[in-house]
């Protein structure tokens, strides 16, 4: 491949809701460098790798290798869940608590 090809991985993150992700981003300490909801994309830069990634209905893309996007995907997926949880947690009035790393105890109040 010459040295100024460009490949381009990709990566599903479908089933997302646009709130919680641009959460799950802001929580994770990535830096939003644009975004558009009407039109469900999201482009950042991550904190770890300092990589640029875009989100598009559904799609994470980037220049990144494979290995290293599914890494950051999952590192992604893990925060999306964190925050489907307290925000599922805030909307029924219940109360977290984190017991470990991706371990909640949930309070349900009377």
């Known amino acids: 491949m010459p040295c100024f090809s460009i490949q381009k991985n990709q990566v599903d993150f479908q089933n997302v809701d646009y709130d ?3 959460d799950g981003l802001n929580a994770a300490g990535h830096s939003i460098i644009g975004q558009e909801k009407a039109a469900k994309y ?7 790798t300092n990589a640029t990634i875009t989100w598009t209905d559904g ?4 220049s990144q290798n494979a290995d290293s996007l599914n890494a950051s995907a999952l590192k992604l ?3 999306y869940s ?4 307290k ?3 805030k909307r ?4 977290v608590k984190t ?3 991706n371990q909640f105890e949930i309070q349900r109040r009377y």
């Open 92 to 95: 029924f009035g219940w109360l």
């Open 59 to 62: 799609k994470l893309e980037s």
């Open 77 to 79: 997926k893990q925060e």
């Open 42 to 48: 999201v482009r950042f830069v991550t904190k770890d």
């Open 99 to 101: 017991t470990g790393e």
């Open 82 to 85: 964190r925050q489907v949880v």
């Open 87 to 89: 925000a599922t947690a």
């Open 20 to 22: 919680t992700l641009i």
